[in-house]
Every structure is written in structure tokens, then in C-alpha cells.
């Protein structure tokens, strides 16, 4: 089992910057991926920007240049910079891991959401 703990949301102004983080803890071998994915009210849940462990990154058209994801492996914390933050970036932010067992192998995981409101 894995939980996921989550911070940062808030509200910004547009044109401001937050930073969420996650942390994982448990059982597991090691973390493969942790990722944020949000949703917007009337919209479908979307990849926003993801971590892989080999240290790869990959992030949605709409945030790149703007977002960054980072990953401290000894804390088994991500991280995501938002910059430059607009209006449509307003939706609750969720985090997500796959985690490895020996016994089950790789299991998903999800967090309980930050809301991140960006609002003049």
C-alpha cells in the first residue's frame, strides 16, 4: 500500500507561481512513475506532467515551458514548479504513482487533490 500526501494548492494571481509536492510511503520496492494529473470542472481528468524514474519527463503542450516536474528520490517526493499561471490552469490537481512490488508488481496509486484557483 502507498499513500500519497499532497500540498501547495492555493489561490494565485494570474501570472504567479506555485509549487505542489507529493510524497509517497509505504511497502513498496520503488517508485516507477509519479505524475500530476488535473481536472477541471466540466472536463475530463488530464496528464499534466509526469516523472519517470529512469528520469525522464513528459508534460501536456498546454504547461510546457510554464510547468516542471522534479523528483528527490531519497524522499520519495515530486515536485511540480507552475509558473506564469493562468486562469485555465484553475482545476484540482491530483497526484499519481506506480509503485512496484516484488509480490504484485506494478500498482497505481492516486492522491486526494489539491485545488489550484487562478483568479484575479
Known amino acids: 500500500q502507498v499513500q500519497l500526501a499532497e500540498s501547495g494548492g492555493g489561490l494565485v494571481q494570474p501570472g504567479g507561481s506555485l509549487r505542489l509536492s507529493c510524497t509517497a510511503s509505504?511497502?513498496?520496492?520503488?517508485?516507477?512513475?509519479m505524475a500530476w494529473y488535473r481536472q477541471a470542472p466540466g472536463k475530463e481528468r488530464e496528464l499534466v506532467a509526469r516523472?519517470?524514474?529512469?528520469?525522464?519527463?513528459n508534460y501536456a503542450a498546454s504547461v510546457t515551458g510554464r510547468f516542471t516536474i522534479s523528483m528527490d528520490n531519497a524522499k520519495n517526493t515530486a515536485y511540480l514548479q507552475m509558473n506564469y499561471l493562468k486562469p485555465d490552469d484553475t482545476a484540482v490537481y491530483y497526484c499519481?504513482?506506480?509503485?512496484?512490488?516484488?509480490?504484485?508488481?506494478?500498482?497505481?496509486?492516486w492522491g486526494q487533490g489539491s485545488q489550484v484557483t487562478v483568479s484575479s
Open positions: 516523472f519517470i524514474s529512469d528520469g525522464r519527463t
Open positions: 509505504g511497502t513498496f520496492v520503488k517508485i516507477n512513475i
Open positions: 499519481y504513482t506506480n509503485a512496484y512490488y516484488w509480490t504484485t508488481g506494478s500498482v497505481d496509486y
